[in-house]
């Protein structure tokens, strides 16, 4: 099994700025991708930024131009530098893990428990 655990959340005022690190550890012998995903107040969880091994990075629309993800592939950790934050980035964010699945032909979803960002106007 692979662990993730979160660090880095809390409260900020609007236009401040968080890092967020995770990092993976157990039974880990490759990361195809990590992922951050964050869950408002009635509202679905929603991936906020991927990145895959081979560095290609994904986010989603409201994030683009604030927030950068990075991995480091030998120590197996993921951050998600958060910048220009605004009072709708508040939610619980999460580490997400993808690792290969020889069969079926997919990937395993390992999660961390989660870390709070809450931003004041």
């Known amino acids: 099994q692979v662990q993730l655990v979160e660090s880095g959340g809390g409260l900020v005022q609007a236009g401040g700025s968080l890092k967020l690190s995770c990092a993976a550890s157990?039974?880990?012998?490759?990361?195809?991708?990590f992922g951050w995903y964050r869950q408002a107040p009635g509202k679905q969880r929603e991936l906020v930024a991927s990145?895959?091994?081979?560095?290609?990075?994904n986010y989603t629309d409201s994030v683009k131009g604030r927030f950068t993800i990075s991995r480091d592939n030998a120590k197996n950790t993921v951050t998600l530098q958060m910048n220009s934050l605004k009072p709708e980035d508040t939610a619980v964010y999460y580490c997400?893990?993808?690792?290969?699945?020889?069969?079926?032909?997919?990937?395993?979803?390992?999660w961390g428990q989660g870390t709070q960002v809450t931003v004041s106007s």
């Open positions: 997400n893990a993808k690792t290969p699945r020889p069969w079926p032909p997919y990937e395993n979803d390992f």
């Open positions: 157990g039974s880990v012998f490759r990361i195809n991708a």
């Open positions: 990145i895959r091994s081979s560095g290609t990075t």
